[in-house]
């Protein structure tokens, strides 16, 4: 949305890019009439997207508009097209020579870049969020001499932001997709588009990873990366892929998603013990295939598994690794933690032997991406290191949805530090801040600053499967909460007779008013009323500003509400089962044990994340006994199980009640059968069983059937899965 005139300082930067003075070699528009024109040195679509893009900011500037045209250029010209000596893939060179001025390209998008840079350093244009920018209206156009040469960082810049359906922002923020750069948008998880196991699988198991005593095709598994037939099968594949694809040269051959299901068979086995990694297998693969297509570019996924670098093969030149850092965790740098310090350790590994590194990062969090996310102090210097170990290509994955966490100012920095790494961090948040939140930049500036300082401080972990529950003994303390939600309630103050600005304030609140949500849930305590008025106001600014989903499995905000009230709120009739103590039989994982003393009857629910509440068990059968304290008279017994596919959490086959008086003689009560769900959604299923009249019990037994290995449609294929439990209701 245009915003005119609200830029900090506008007046001195107005003075500064417009006026006519002794330096000003060439004028574009005068008194409202174009006096220059857009010439085309080379026809083709990248020039006329720039020349377009020239011509529509010089008309919403002064209202003229300058024609484009072909031929020869004259004096007073803007140039664009042909080849810059100076600047590499992406990069271009401004130049003011012989009363003209000329943009030209050191390939590809070259040419764009150097409109919006000609646009953005000396015509005044800022470019934030979706058709979200500002500019100064002038009738006359002036430019001072320039001569400007720029080459990015990387030569290929990818972000997941809501702004790239905007087509001037995806410019703006010299952004890229996959599909315009890997043939047939073959960029990751590629194994089983290549080779699908539902095809292949039941006649060629052998093609597939040996996993726990067997073969296991299936969508997330690996293939058996020794078995030569495997290889004729792929280069067939390729060349057809090639041949349909003449105009690019770069493919992803990348293993399926989900960790630990590489081959270990004999063969595999033996390589990764010489190269130190399962990677061994997949380089010396790829570089067969890198060998056999030497004009293509072979890209393959360093990632989980295969994170470190091999210890003997080197991946050929034209073979690129895409390096994942996913386990990372965000409070720091990379350089500054025990996960971050791991994965730097594999880049520098990687970096000692390849030239060729695609960095993947991950930079919100997926579990909870409308909740508070205080990452900037990590931006700069994480992707400086990526520069520094020969990383050419970089993916910062926000999932930058409208509502993420402040997604428009992260993505704004992000497209502009992957460009060039060395700008100043908070000069580009402040820049942000003043230009698209205008007076009340100050409030939401102090308000980052002061959760950062309360993250830091706290000493707990920020990780992308994050809960906000998890900090809110630290950054989301009743007492920073209570500072953050005045600076908002000032920040709206502040624009409150704009309603542009007033939205942009509101839009970025909800991350705080959903992670204050997230802890009230957690508090027996709460004030229900507050809640409640919290919860409807959020609905509504849900609905308001079109938010469709919470987190990286596309919950909808109006299920979350809906299920909110019924899950979180208190209910009329309380649980029998409240405070009983719990009596192990089978006890859940290590890690569970402390907190399942009371989680499973404490009146408190789990969220959409495993951190906090649940308690899980893996790849093995649950069972333990309620003792209610003395006998209670109930008809209904439900116990609460988490549906998350991403994290290995599945559901059980079943679950089994059985009642006592005396905790020795046992009585059926009933079991509850689970469906296979392969939805990606986060889900709450209860496994309800309720009698046809009531009985009276002080003990109930709960006996939990788990499906033991993961299903060959599941990430974690021939591996344990989970399964996690909360609270068992009696009523």
Same mark, same amino acid.
């Given at each position: 949305m245009k915003r005119i005139g609200r830029m900090w300082g506008l007046a001195a930067l107005s003075a500064f890019l417009w006026m006519a003075d002794a330096s000003a070699q060439l004028t574009l528009v005068k008194d409202g009439k174009a006096v220059s024109r857009i010439v085309l040195s080379e026809k083709n679509d990248i020039n006329h997207q720039a020349a377009d893009l020239l011509q529509d900011f010089v008309q919403r500037i002064s209202g003229a508009s300058l024609p484009i045209v072909e031929g020869k250029a004259k004096a007073g010209d803007v140039v664009i097209g042909g080849k810059s000596a100076e600047a590499g893939e992406d990069g271009f060179t401004i130049c003011t020579e012989q009363n003209q001025l000329r943009i030209t390209s050191g390939g590809d998008k070259g040419s764009i870049y150097g409109v919006v840079t000609l646009l953005e350093k000396y015509m005044g244009v800022s470019y934030y969020a979706y058709k979200a920018y500002t500019l100064t209206p002038s009738k006359t156009i002036t430019l001072p001499e320039i001569h400007l040469s720029e080459t990015p960082a990387f030569r290929y810049r990818q972000s997941f932001s809501y702004g790239c359906d905007d087509p001037i922002y995806k410019m703006w923020f010299r952004l890229e997709e996959p599909d315009e750069v890997f043939i047939d948008n073959m960029w990751v998880h590629t194994f089983d588009r290549l080779m699908p196991s539902d095809v292949y699988g039941k006649e060629h198991p052998e093609y597939y990873s040996y996993i726990n005593g067997e073969h296991r095709p299936g969508n997330h598994s690996q293939w058996c990366l020794t078995n030569p037939d495997v290889y004729n099968f792929v280069v067939q594949k390729l060349d057809s892929i090639f041949k349909a694809n003449p105009d690019k040269k770069l493919i992803s051959v990348s293993q399926n998603d989900g960790n630990n299901t590489f081959c270990t068979c004999e063969n595999c086995r033996k390589v990764y013990e010489e190269e130190g990694s399962p990677a061994g297998a997949y380089i010396r693969f790829m570089n067969k295939l890198a060998e056999r297509f030497p004009d293509k570019e072979i890209s393959t996924l360093a990632y989980l598994f295969?994170?470190?670098?091999?210890?003997?093969?080197?991946?050929?030149?034209?073979?690129? /690794?895409?390096?994942?850092?996913?386990?990372c965790k965000r409070e720091v740098p990379l350089t500054d933690n025990a996960s971050g310090r791991e994965f730097v350790e594999a880049l520098e590994g990687w970096s000692a032997i390849s030239d060729n590194i695609f960095v993947w990062d991950y930079g919100i969090n997926f579990d909870n991406m409308v909740s508070c996310f205080p990452n900037f102090h990590v931006l700069q210097k994480n992707i400086q290191l990526f520069k520094k170990n020969h990383a050419t290509m970089h993916f910062a994955q926000v999932n930058g949805t409208k509502g993420t966490?402040?997604?428009?100012?992260?993505?704004?920095?992000?497209?502009?530090?992957?460009?060039?790494p060395y700008q100043n961090a908070d000069s580009l948040m402040r820049s942000f801040m003043n230009g698209y939140y205008g007076a009340a930049a100050p409030y939401l500036y102090q308000y980052q600053k002061i959760m950062q300082g309360g993250l830091l401080a706290s000493g707990i972990d920020l990780w992308i499967y994050d809960s906000p529950v998890s900090h809110k003994n630290g950054m989301l303390n009743d007492r920073l909460c209570k500072t953050y939600d005045e600076l908002f309630d000032q920040a709206e103050a502040a624009v409150a007779s704009d309603t542009t600005l007033l939205n942009r304030v509101q839009l970025s609140r909800l991350s705080l008013i959903y992670s204050e949500l997230e802890i009230a849930r957690t508090k027996t305590n709460q004030d229900v009323a507050k809640v409640r008025q919290q919860l409807d106001y959020f609905?509504?600014?849900?609905?308001?500003?079109?938010?469709?989903?919470?987190?990286e499995r596309n919950n909808a905000p109006v299920d979350y509400c809906d299920l909110y009230e019924k899950r979180f709120l208190p209910q009329a009739e309380k649980s029998k089962a409240l405070g009983s103590k719990v009596i192990w039989l089978q006890k859940p994982g290590e890690r569970y044990q402390q907190m399942a003393e009371t989680a499973l009857t404490d009146g408190l629910f789990g969220g959409t994340?495993?951190?906090?509440?649940?308690?899980g068990w893996e790849g093995v059968d649950g069972s333990f006994i309620l003792d209610l304290g003395e006998e209670k008279e109930f008809s209904t017994v439900e116990a609460d199980f988490l549906h998350q596919l991403g994290q290995? /959490?599945?559901?059980?086959?079943?679950?089994?009640?059985?009642i006592s008086a005396d905790n020795q003689t046992y009585q059926p009560f009933g079991s509850f059968s689970f469906a296979e769900d392969r939805d990606p959604q986060v889900k709450f299923v209860g496994g309800k069983v309720t009698s046809d009249k009531p009985v009276k019990a002080c003990y109930i037994k709960v006996e939990v059937d788990a499906i033991g290995m993961c299903p060959t449609w599941h990430y974690g294929v021939g591996h344990p899965a989970w399964f996690f439990m909360d609270e068992v209701t009696v009523l």
């Open positions: 295969t994170m470190h670098p091999p210890k003997k093969v080197k991946p050929l030149p034209n073979v690129n /690794i895409m390096l994942c850092d996913i386990d966490d402040f997604s428009e100012m992260r993505a704004y920095m992000i497209g502009k530090l992957m460009w060039d609905r509504q600014q849900c609905r308001k500003f079109g938010i469709k989903s919470l987190n994340t495993f951190v906090e509440s649940w308690v290995w /959490i599945l559901l059980p086959e079943k679950v089994t009640y059985s």
